[in-house]
C-alpha cells in the first residue's frame, strides 16, 4: 500500500511547526525546527528535508502542503518595504492622511499614528467619478492615468494601488486604469480595491487596498522562493496559504490578496484548538498561544471561534473577515529588562530565533523569559525539541545575576520567578480583556494553552484568570501546524447594498445573494472544487437605522429560504447577544450581503497515533513552584508515558518534544480520552 502524506507547516518568529500525517495508516507525527528571519522559507526547506529522510517519504506522495506565514504581519510591523503608490479620484488624495479622527488612545497625547503607506508625494489624483449609484459623472481621464504611471516608474515604485471613489459599486474606472498602467508598466504590482475590498467606507477600503499593495511584492518573492524550494525537493503538488479567517488560499490567490494572510498562523491554531475542544466536549474555551515572540489570544463559544471583519494591525484598519485573536507581546523569548524607574519588565522586544536567548549560546545578550523558566528548574536544559537544542543553564544564570537580579537587590530565583509572574500578569491580562469586551466572565470557560511556551505559564497565567480547568493538547508546539491540516480551502465574496428594510432593502439583499451566489459558483469551477465538497455560508451585515456599526447574521440556508420577518428576528436576537439590546419595530439597514464559499478538506485526526512506554517510572528534579511553595522535588515525565485514564497530582513536570507542562502542587492532572492533559485546581 503506497503511503500519501499531508503535511501542515507553521512559520512563527521563532520555530517553524510541521505536522506529517499519513492518510492511509492514520499516523500523525509533529516537528519543529528554529526558524530563518531573513529567508523563511529556508526554514521550511529544512524541516521537510529533515522528515523525508526520518520517515523514508517519497517527496512525489505529499499531496498536500498547507502553510502559514507571517511575511505579510512582518513587513506591516517593521516597514521593511517600499513605499508605494496611489491612485485615486481628484479630491480624495488624503483620504489615508485624515483618516478616522479617532485617537488611538484618547488620554495619550504622544502616540502617534503611522505615516501613511503612500507618501502624499506618490498620492496621485485622477479627474473622474462614479457616483454612490454606480452611475458615471465625470469619464476616466486615461492620459492622467498614463502621466501617473510614468511618474511612478521615474520615482522607482514597484507597487500601486488603485481607489476609486464608490468603485465597489461600479469598477469599469479601476479596471480600465489597471489596463493603462500595465502598458506603460508591466512589471508593477497592482491592487484594485474593487477587487481587494469591494464596501463602502472610503478609508478603510483605501486603507486595506494599500496594505495589500506593500506587502504584495515582499508576499510575492516569498511564494516564489518557497514553490521553488520545495519542487526542488521533488514535491509535486502546490502549497495553500492559510487565511486570516482560518480558510486555505491557492497560490495565485494568496500573491494578488497578501492582505487577507495577515494573521495566518494565529487563525490556523484557532481551528486546532476549536477541533479539540468539540472532541474533547469542552465547547467553551479561552485559547491562548504562547510561541517564542508573542501570545495569541482568542475565545471559542459553544464549538465557534469568534469572528471580526476589521482589526487594526501595526496601526493600519484592515477589513477583511478574519478569526478575533488579539496578540501581546508576550513569549519565550521575550526580554526582561529594568526601566529608568526601577522596575522589572517583560518584553514586549524579544530576542527571537537569532540570537535567541542566553541559553541558547547563539549570541544572545539579554535575559528572557525561557532563561527564566530554565533557571526556576521548569525546563530541562537537555529536553528542548527531544534534545536537539541543548541549553546552557549556567550561562543563563550568571547573565541573569548580573543584569536583573543584583540591579534590584534580590536572588536570582526571586528574579527569575519575578520575570515569569510580569508575563503571565500580561497574558492574563489580555484573557480577560477578551472576555468582559465580550460581556464573558473567564471563569466560565475553560483555559486552552498551547504553544510552546503556553503548557509552561499556563498555572501561573490561571492564578490571575481563576478558570476551574486548563487543557493542554497532545504536541501543542504544533498545534497552529496541526490546525492548517484542519483548515478548509475558502473565499469571501462581499457586495454593498445600503437600503433599509422599508425601502425594498430585501429585495435588494436577495438580489445581491443572487450575484454573490454567481460569483462562487464561479470560484468553484475556476478551483476544480467537486460538488460533493462545496459548502457555502450567507452572511449579512446589518445595522439599526442610524448606528455607525454593524452586526452580522450568518445563515447556512440561502437568504431565498428566508422571509424578512425571520430575518429581522435573527437580527434582533443578534443584536441582544452582542449589545445586550435590542430596538423592537426600529429601522433596520442592510450594509453588505457576504458569502464565504468552502472546499470542505479530509480531516486527519485529532491525536497521535503513538503506542505510551511502558515500564517507565518518572525520575526528580528540584523545581521552583512559587514563593507559596518553593522549591520542591518534582515528579518529571515524559509526555508519552501517560497513557488515556492516568491521573497524577503535583508538582511535576510533563516534557514532550514541543512543549514542557508545569504542574504545581495545587492541581490533579488526568489524561481525558483524546489524549489531552486536564489539569484541575485541588479544591
Not at 251 to 273: E, Q, R, Y
Not at 445 to 451: D, N
Request: include cysteine; glycine fraction near 8%.
Amino acid at each position: 500500500m503506497n503511503s500519501s502524506w499531508r503535511i501542515g507547516v507553521d512559520v512563527g518568529g521563532t520555530f517553524t511547526d510541521f505536522t506529517l500525517f499519513e492518510e492511509k495508516k492514520n499516523y500523525l507525527f509533529n516537528h519543529k525546527t528554529p526558524s530563518t528571519p531573513d529567508e523563511p522559507a529556508e526554514a521550511v526547506e529544512k524541516g521537510l528535508i529533515y522528515l523525508i529522510k526520518k520517515y523514508g517519504i517519497d517527496p512525489s506522495t505529499i499531496q498536500y502542503l498547507g502553510h502559514g506565514t507571517t511575511v505579510a504581519l512582518n513587513m506591516l510591523l517593521e516597514r521593511r518595504a517600499k513605499p508605494i503608490g496611489l491612485i485615486t479620484t481628484k479630491g480624495f488624495r488624503d483620504v489615508l492622511e485624515i483618516a478616522r479622527q479617532t485617537r488611538p488612545n484618547l488620554y495619550n497625547y504622544e502616540i502617534k499614528r503611522p505615516e501613511p503607506l503612500a507618501k502624499r508625494a506618490h498620492r496621485v489624483e485622477i479627474p473622474e467619478r462614479i457616483n454612490a449609484d454606480g452611475m458615471v459623472i465625470l469619464p476616466l481621464d486615461h492620459k492622467a492615468v498614463e502621466q501617473a504611471a510614468l511618474q511612478f516608474m521615474r520615482d522607482g515604485i514597484e507597487a500601486i494601488a488603485i481607489c476609486f471613489l464608490h468603485s465597489y459599486k461600479n469598477a469599469d474606472h479601476e479596471v480600465k486604469a489597471a489596463e493603462i498602467i500595465k502598458n506603460s508598466f508591466p512589471n508593477a504590482f497592482l491592487s484594485l480595491s474593487s477587487e481587494v475590498l469591494p464596501e463602502f467606507r472610503e478609508y478603510e477600503r483605501t486603507s486595506t487596498t494599500a496594505v495589500n499593495t506593500y506587502v504584495g511584492p515582499r508576499m510575492h518573492l516569498y511564494i516564489e522562493q518557497l514553490k521553488e524550494r520545495i519542487a526542488g525537493l521533488g514535491v509535486k503538488c502546490s502549497p495553500y496559504i492559510i487565511h486570516s479567517n482560518g480558510g486555505l488560499l491557492t497560490i495565485p490567490m494568496a500573491t494578488k490578496f497578501p492582505v487577507k494572510t495577515c494573521l495566518s498562523g494565529p487563525a490556523a491554531g484557532v481551528v486546532g484548538a476549536t477541533a479539540i475542544g468539540i472532541e474533547a466536549n469542552q465547547k467553551s474555551l479561552i485559547a491562548f498561544d504562547v510561541g517564542g515572540t508573542s501570545t495569541d489570544v482568542s475565545l471559542v463559544l459553544d464549538g465557534k471561534p469568534f469572528f471580526t471583519i476589521e482589526r487594526n494591525i501595526a496601526g493600519f484598519p484592515i477589513k477583511s473577515p478574519s478569526i478575533d485573536v488579539s496578540a501581546i507581546g508576550a513569549g519565550g523569548g521575550s526580554i526582561a529588562w529594568i526601566d529608568d524607574g526601577g522596575a522589572l519588565k517583560v518584553g514586549p522586544q524579544s530576542a527571537g530565533a537569532d540570537p535567541g536567548p542566553i541559553a541558547y549560546n547563539n549570541g544572545g545578550q539579554d535575559i528572557t523569559l525561557t532563561d527564566a523558566n530554565l533557571v526556576l528548574g521548569r525546563l530541562n536544559p537537555n529536553a528542548l525539541l527531544a534534545g536537539e537544542l541543548p541549553m546552557d543553564i549556567s550561562a543563563a544564570k550568571s547573565t541573569l545575576e548580573e543584569k536583573i537580579a543584583k540591579p534590584l537587590g534580590i536572588s536570582v530565583e526571586d528574579a527569575a520567578a519575578g520575570i515569569v509572574k510580569i508575563a503571565a500578569s500580561g497574558i492574563s491580562r489580555a484573557i480577560r480583556s477578551v472576555a468582559s469586551s465580550k460581556g464573558l466572565n473567564p471563569i466560565d470557560f475553560s483555559l486552552f494553552a498551547y504553544g510552546g511556551a503556553g503548557p509552561l505559564l499556563g498555572a501561573v497565567v490561571n492564578e490571575e484568570v481563576g478558570s476551574r480547568v486548563i487543557i493542554i493538547p497532545s504536541s501543542p508546539g504544533t498545534i497552529c501546524a496541526r490546525g492548517i491540516l484542519l483548515s478548509d480551502r475558502s473565499f469571501d465574496f462581499v457586495q454593498t447594498v445600503l437600503a433599509t428594510l422599508e425601502n425594498n432593502g430585501w429585495e435588494k439583499t436577495l438580489t445581491a445573494f443572487k450575484q454573490l451566489t454567481s460569483k462562487a459558483d464561479h470560484w468553484f469551477e475556476l478551483e476544480n472544487i467537486s460538488a460533493h465538497s462545496q459548502v457555502v455560508k450567507y452572511y449579512i451585515e446589518a445595522r439599526y437605522l442610524g448606528q455607525s456599526f454593524e452586526v452580522r447574521v450568518s445563515s447556512t440556508v440561502s437568504p431565498r429560504e428566508l422571509t424578512q420577518e425571520q430575518f429581522v428576528e435573527a437580527f434582533d436576537t443578534e443584536h441582544k447577544a452582542q449589545f445586550g439590546y435590542y430596538i423592537p419595530k426600529r429601522a433596520i439597514e442592510i450594509v453588505n450581503c457576504r458569502i464565504e464559499a468552502i472546499d470542505r478538506n479530509n480531516k486527519p485526526p485529532i491525536r497521535e497515533n503513538l503506542e505510551p512506554t511502558k515500564n517507565v517510572h518518572p525520575h526528580e528534579r528540584p523545581v521552583y513552584c512559587g514563593s507559596f511553595f518553593g522549591w520542591k522535588n518534582a515528579l518529571i515525565y515524559n509526555r508519552d508515558q501517560l497513557s488515556i485514564g492516568n491521573s497524577l497530582t503535583g508538582p511535576a513536570i510533563i516534557e514532550e518534544m514541543s512543549s514542557t507542562t508545569f504542574v504545581p502542587p495545587n492541581y490533579n492532572v488526568s489524561i481525558d480520552n483524546t489524549d489531552n492533559i486536564v489539569m484541575e485546581i485541588i479544591q
